[in-house]
């Protein structure tokens, strides 16, 4: 069982930026690779960036590539967001989530299990 808790978002003008951060306890979330989804209202929930075990691999969505970063510190068991360039298209309720898979980083939602509570993101133009 591993938990995770979300932390970070609010409330940002188009430009800006946010940090998200993801703390997980339990069967702690280092051992596994890491994602991170959206959702906005009326849509399903998307990609956005994954990142291996030892943080020398990520993945990103093409909506984000080149202002989102993942990154981990597994000392701390806790993964990062950081979100820069915002755009008001990436307001949506933010979610982190272990891939206990061994295929490769993944974008599919289906691969991911354990899921936080989600932090809401909104982005002002």
């Known amino acids: 069982q591993v938990q995770l808790v979300e932390s970070g978002g609010g409330l940002v003008q188009a430009g800006g930026s946010l940090r998200l951060s993801c703390a997980a306890s339990g069967h702690t979330g280092s051992r596994y690779k890491m994602g991170w989804f959206r959702q906005a209202p009326g849509k399903e929930r998307e990609f956005v960036a994954a990142i291996s075990v030892s943080g020398g691999s990520t993945l990103y969505a093409d909506s984000v590539k080149g202002r989102f970063t993942i990154s981990r510190d597994n000392a701390k068991n806790t993964v990062y967001l950081q979100m820069n360039s915002l755009k008001p298209e990436d307001t949506a309720v933010y979610y982190c989530?272990?891939?206990?898979?061994?295929?490769?980083?993944?974008?599919?939602?289906?691969?991911?299990?354990?899921w936080g509570q989600g932090a809401q993101v909104t982005v002002s133009s």
């Open positions: 989530a272990v891939d206990r898979t061994l295929v490769p980083l993944s974008r599919m939602v289906g691969l991911y299990d354990y």
